[in-house]
């Protein structure tokens, strides 16, 4: 299940991380297009490659806690109504 | 007078046995008390009028042992069970987690019940149920709800107790804070540990295990997964091991740094020179190449800590603050490796070796420079440690033969010469001398020792020499005891060390966050909007170049080393400069508490006074005062009690002769009454010789005189006849009064406790200042009387020694126990005054205070490095600054370093205050 949950939150944290790149690029794309002199497209690769990096790095250490909590949160839930729904049952029969 | 046989649980040895006799002795109207620990009873004699069994099976209980009853089903367990081996399994199901506790204390099947009932009762328990015979509770909850520490102390609230497993490890290679609670954090999810405590400047980790989950061995494993080294905790010659670890560190910090200087110099004159078009700078440093060459070099030898660092930490999960300079340098040095092999155009040509190589210098050299100081903090403990002996001269078949310390074994005959370090504890069976006990009591002048006197392991033999037998050895002496206290101390955290490192714990996530705002806002809007093409030059027309910089400088002046530093490092100085005074405060809790506190509460018997009556006074009616004072010492030659042997002491002291007595008989509560010379001689109290029909009423006056000033009277009768009255007084120590004094001067409320009557304790109390006295307190009612004080509002630090005093030191805030205490209190006490002078506790608390103030400085200059540093490096100031103030990365890195050394060298001037006595 622990292997499970870190394939989840590598997943989660490469999402992320790939949105938040998107976000940059998109943007800096406009910035090339509005100052071609002064931006150009090495410094949007380039920025690309550092906010993925730094991106990588905080998505990496907060989706793992968030998780890891929603699973146990989730699996709690599931036990509580299974045992309601054999105590209905229970008491049906 | 009745006799009686409780029984006792708990019981392993002789020592319990005393300490059991002792607090039963210690009731008044217990006359006597023999423990026996095979049995498991302890007869006790005693008068009923006086007091009852209850009060006595208090007294036992207080004192850390079960009383069993008979009678009772389910009897009451007192504190300090036996250590036993924790069970605890742990399954995860549902999110649900499973796990067996070990369980002491337990006598009966309802015990079991109760904690079951307890258990459950716990919010997130799903189910829990205690095993009598096993002795354990199997108890399956909710993790996202409650831990296992509730339920341990819901085990512990109980009066049970929870067995564990502890081992203390040397960890190497943490760098801040982070490390350590990444330690803890990974420690703390392997199966089969319960707690891990990781301190940084003490570099140890300790861990409290269930060995049958796991081991040492396995605890060693995951701390070294995680990229830290580990070694068994110091058992002994740890000194020098301790010693030599840390001068490897110096060593490889001083080597690197000398590499990075060597290095950094041309790297930064080359970039810069090439930039700024510095002609004296030669040609071959402005190539290049030959940069990439010097700084690959610095990256690859004193840089790689920081990678290596990052990699086995992300491998966990982890970031530290080697996260923080590895992606700063690593930035610097990958973006310039681009610009020399790749064409990325006209804003690419300029390079950042510069910024690489002089961000790991400053670095490297702030850890050379934590690694010099923090070798200084610890040194109280080296000190300790260094004082033990090496090796001792016992006798072995009347021949001396000198062994290693190690090898010395209790009941060994051991032989010190003048001059000489006595080696372990014991107690003189030969010779005379004057034993210099500074090093562990502080005590500058050398005390006596003769035969039947104690002595102490470490202390140095001045005068004669002597042979004593070996009573404790190995980790048993007096300074393996200390040298463990404050090692414990100081690895213990300060409710204010863990919100500490709960922030710094955060901060690099934080950290990274603003790193990558930073970037996203001069890419986006600083760029364009503050004009920076034209505001600044050396080459920076790339915008993604000037943010990357700035965002560089964010995360390197970051780092919060000073903030994890800010508080262990104040208790590890504070802690150790008290241990140097013969102070031994037990963690940093008891220094936020000793902060709060308005009111001391000393015990007078043996805390204020000397413990031991001593003849005061000799007033005789008929005949001599030598004829008065014979008489009296006649009849209380057989006694025990300690009144009877002050008289006889004063009797002896005068020179008297004292003939032994017939048919003596002791009357509890009143007296005593002897026959010697065909004359019946009476000592005692006015209802003693009431009750033989002696006329009392002419010597009234005196009486109440006497007890005015605080002694106890005696009345002395020969053959029905009044001879005169005796006095006896537990005397004041010299030192009572000023200590007094010092707290009422430090604006303390003073108070003494005490089971003497109103008028007795109001002298003792008048004669050393006290203002308000707690009297007619019976031994076990003296926690009550500090609860209610507390009920006042009041935080208190109880004084005391005794082993009633243990639940009153228990009860207080703060629990101080004078060295001359029992076991007991010293174990319920938080701070423990080594030396027996009633002074220190005034020392205590202004180290306590000095301590804490340290740590609040502490924490203001690290937290104010940060808060001024971080605004400043993200660039706060270039819009409002002409020309721009942005902070280069290397002088971010140098700021950085200067934090840690600012804190610790604060930190180390506490070493140079005096705790004045």
């Known amino acids: ?93 | 007078m009745e006799d009686v046989i409780i029984k006792i649980n708990g019981m392993m040895c002789s020592h319990c046995e005393k300490t059991v006799s002792e607090a039963a002795l210690g009731v008044k109207g217990v006359s006597k008390a023999k423990a026996d620990h095979k049995k498991g009873e302890v007869k006790v004699s005693f008068d009923t009028k006086v007091t009852d069994l209850e009060t006595i099976k208090s007294a036992i209980m207080a004192s850390g042992y079960k009383v069993i009853d008979e009678g009772e089903a389910c009897p009451l367990p007192a504190g300090q069970p036996v250590i036993r081996q924790e069970a605890k399994q742990e399954a995860r199901e549902g999110g649900l987690k499973k796990i067996s506790i070990k369980i002491t204390g337990m006598t009966c099947a309802s015990c079991a019940q109760n904690i079951e009932k307890a258990l459950n009762n716990i919010e997130g328990v799903k189910s829990a149920s205690v095993n009598f015979s096993f002795e354990k509770a199997a108890v399956e909850y909710d993790p996202s709800k409650v831990n296992p520490k509730t339920f341990e102390d819901t085990i512990t609230s109980l009066g049970y107790g929870v067995a564990k497993s502890e081992v203390t490890l040397k960890v190497g290679g943490m760098h801040c804070a982070s490390c350590a609670i990444n330690i803890e954090n990974a420690l703390k999810k392997t199966g089969g540990i319960v707690n891990a405590d990781v301190s940084f400047p003490l570099e140890r980790a300790r861990i409290a295990y269930d060995p049958e989950l796991v081991s040492v061995p396995d605890i060693k494993k995951t701390i070294e997964d995680v990229g830290y080294t580990v070694s068994e905790q110091l058992e002994k010659s740890d000194a020098d091991r301790e010693q030599r670890a840390r001068e490897e560190e110096i060593k490889r910090q001083r080597i690197n740094f000398i590499i990075a200087l060597i290095l950094a110099v041309p790297i930064s004159l080359g970039d810069m020179g090439r930039n700024m078009g510095w002609t004296f700078v030669p040609d071959i440093f402005k190539n290049d190449y030959v940069l990439f060459i010097l700084a690959t070099i610095v990256m690859l030898f004193p840089g790689r800590q920081f990678f290596e660092g990052t990699y086995k930490g992300l491998r966990h999960g982890m970031t530290d603050m080697n996260l923080l300079i590895a992606t700063g340098t690593g930035a610097a040095y990958t973006i310039s490796v681009a610009a020399t092999f790749l064409d990325l155009g006209e804003a690419y040509k300029h390079t950042y070796y510069d910024t690489a190589a002089l961000l790991i210098m400053f670095i490297v050299l702030g850890r050379y420079l934590e690694a010099l100081t923090k070798g200084r903090t610890s040194e109280a403990i080296r000190k300790l440690m260094g004082l033990a002996a090496k090796t001792a001269r016992i006798v072995v078949n009347g021949e001396e033969k000198e062994i290693p310390v190690e090898d010395v074994k209790v009941n060994d005959i051991v032989v010190v010469r003048p001059g000489e370090k006595i080696p372990v504890d014991g107690r003189v069976v030969e010779g005379l001398t004057a034993v210099d006990e500074s090093m562990i009591t502080g005590e500058s002048i050398p005390v006596e020792k003769t035969v039947g006197s104690e002595v102490i392991g470490a202390t140095i033999n001045k005068t004669g020499m002597i042979k004593f037998r070996a009573t404790k050895v190995g980790k048993d002496t007096a300074l393996a005891q200390i040298i463990k206290l404050v090692e414990d101390a100081q690895t213990r955290k300060a409710p204010i060390q863990k919100l500490a490192d709960i922030v710094a714990g955060h901060f690099i996530l934080a950290v990274h966050v603003l790193a990558l705002l930073t970037f996203f806002f001069w890419f986006f809007i600083g760029f364009e909007k503050f004009n920076v093409l034209t505001t600044f030059g050396m080459g920076l027309t790339s915008p993604f170049l000037f943010s990357l910089l700035i965002s560089i400088t964010v995360l390197i002046i970051s780092c919060p080393c000073a903030v994890g530093l800010a508080t262990p490092i104040a208790i590890m100085v504070g802690t150790g400069k008290g241990a140097e005074n013969g102070i031994l405060i037990k963690g940093g809790e008891v220094l936020e508490k000793a902060q709060k506190l308005d009111t001391i509460v000393f015990d007078k018997t043996g805390t204020l006074t000397k413990g031991e009556p001593e003849l005061t006074d000799v007033l005789p009616i008929k005949g001599t005062e030598n004829d008065v004072l014979r008489l009296a010492a006649i009849a209380e030659k057989g006694s025990e009690h300690p009144l009877g042997e002050a008289i006889l002491k004063g009797a002896k002291a005068r020179g008297i002769d004292v003939p032994d007595a017939g048919e003596f008989n002791a009357i509890p509560g009143r007296g005593v009454e002897v026959k010697y010379g065909g004359k019946r001689i009476l000592i005692g109290t006015r209802k003693l010789m009431i009750d033989n029909g002696l006329d009392i009423a002419p010597l009234n006056d005196k009486l109440e005189e006497l007890e005015h000033n605080g002694k106890t009277a005696m009345i002395v009768s020969s053959n029905e006849e009044i001879a005169g009255i005796i006095a006896v007084a537990d005397t004041l120590k010299e030192t009572s009064a000023e200590a007094v004094r010092e707290l009422h001067a430090m604006g303390f409320s003073v108070a003494m406790i005490t089971g003497d009557n109103r008028r007795t304790a109001d002298a003792i109390a008048k004669q050393v200042g006290i203002d308000r006295v707690l009297s007619e307190v019976l031994p076990e009612d003296k926690a009550v009387e500090i609860k209610k004080l507390q009920a006042e509002g009041r935080k208190v630090a109880m004084v005391g020694d005794g082993i009633n005093d243990a639940p009153a030191l228990t009860q207080s805030d703060v629990g101080i126990a004078i060295g001359s205490g029992t076991d007991v209190a010293i174990e319920s006490a938080q701070i423990v005054l080594i030396k027996n002078d009633v002074r220190d506790a005034a020392k205590a608390i202004r180290l306590s205070r000095l301590t804490l103030n340290k740590i609040k400085q502490n924490l203001f200059w690290a937290f104010f490095y940060n808060s001024i540093g971080i605004p400043i490096a993200a660039g706060i100031l270039d819009p409002f600054t002409t020309p721009p103030c942005l902070l280069n990365p290397a002088i971010a890195a140098a700021a950085m370093a200067a934090s840690s050394v600012t804190v610790t060298m604060n930190t180390l001037l506490l070493k140079r205050v005096k705790l004045k006595g």
């Open chain 1, 1 to 93: 299940m622990e292997k499970k949950l870190g394939v989840y939150s590598l997943a989660a944290s490469l999402s992320t991380s790939i949105v938040i790149v998107l976000l940059f690029y998109i943007l800096a794309l406009q910035k090339v297009n509005a100052y071609p002199g002064v931006y150009v497209k090495v410094d949007v690769y380039a920025g690309m490659v550092y906010v993925f990096i730094l991106s990588m790095i905080v998505s990496a250490s907060i989706w793992p806690g968030i998780i890891e909590k929603r699973y146990s949160v989730n699996m709690l839930q599931k036990k509580v109504s299974q045992q309601d729904d054999k105590e209905n049952s229970r008491l049906k029969t």
